[in-house]
């Protein structure tokens, strides 16, 4: 069996033009043919922490569903920024909000998905911060989230906001860190910033970069996305 997995990091809905234009993010997300999605800035980052993006226009114009999950705010469509769609009908079979150390406040959200076919997997969709010395500690936190999920397997998916590639992910030995590709600025990317790590039995099949023309300018990142396989597998011990 496989899932495609995706991220994207929507800035709040507004294009490398300037212009806030949900529209155009949701035309991004449904190119993208994801089983599960994971969002990052869905929310404004002031006062209430108000959607950007509406949850009444993902259920209008896209096929995903957003279940039961907990939010920053009283408006707010996601946790610290983040939310996660399923494709309509997939069983959700819980969710955890996570804060995670660091200087700023950031959050990630692990969500135990159950597809039409083999066992379940816990995603963990995060945002993670601006210093490497966070990024280190919020990795530590991610990472023992996703040795908990065992006998499952688990992924993380998300902007790791990680410029290079042979550090900060050095808290995650017996992961898998994959970076499909160039995903930021979105005009001309060369900064692998959004990424995929996956637990010991998931296997990744195939990765890519969403760049088309729409992608470069709705948002300031493209997004990614993963065809995972080996769901059906019971994960080894990490």
């Given at each position: 069996m496989t899932l495609r997995i995706a991220s994207y990091n929507l800035h709040k809905c507004v294009g490398s033009d300037g212009r806030r234009d949900p529209e155009r993010i949701i035309a991004v997300i449904n190119a993208l043919?994801?089983?599960?999605?994971?969002?990052?800035?869905?929310?404004?980052?002031?006062?209430t922490r108000p959607a950007a993006l509406a949850q009444k226009l993902i259920e209008a114009e896209t096929d995903f569903e957003r279940h039961d999950m907990p939010r920053?705010?009283?408006?707010?469509?996601?946790?610290h920024g983040q939310v996660v769609l399923v494709r309509r009908g997939t069983r959700v079979l819980g969710v955890e909000a996570?804060?995670?150390?660091?200087?700023?406040?950031?959050?990630?959200?692990?969500?135990?998905?159950?597809?039409?076919?083999?066992?379940?997997?816990?995603?963990?969709?995060?945002?993670?911060?601006?210093r490497r010395t966070d990024r280190r500690a919020?990795?530590?936190?991610?990472?023992?989230l996703m040795r908990d999920a065992h006998p499952h397997p688990a992924l993380a998916i998300g902007d790791f906001n990680e410029w290079r590639n042979e550090r900060g992910f050095e808290t995650l030995?017996?992961?898998?860190?994959?970076?499909?590709?160039?995903?930021?600025?979105?005009r001309a990317p060369f900064g692998r910033l959004?990424?995929?790590?996956?637990?010991p039995g998931l296997r990744v099949v195939r990765t890519?970069?969403?760049?088309?023309?729409?992608?470069?300018?709705?948002?300031?990142?493209?997004?990614?996305?993963?065809?995972?396989?080996?769901?059906?597998?019971?994960?080894?011990?990490i």
């Open positions: 043919q994801a089983d599960v999605i994971a969002l990052q800035e869905v929310d404004r980052r002031m006062g920053t705010g009283p408006d707010s469509l996601g946790w996570i804060t995670l150390p660091g200087l700023e406040p950031r959050g990630a959200l692990a969500v135990k998905i159950a597809p039409d076919s083999g066992g379940p997997f816990t995603l963990v969709g995060a945002h993670l911060g601006l919020q990795w530590t936190r991610i990472a023992q030995t017996g992961f898998h860190v994959h970076a499909p590709g160039a995903s930021y600025p979105a959004d990424r995929v790590v996956t637990a890519g970069v969403l760049d088309t023309p729409l992608a470069r300018v709705a948002s300031d990142h493209l997004p990614i996305w993963a065809d995972i396989g080996g769901i059906v597998a019971r994960a080894q011990p």
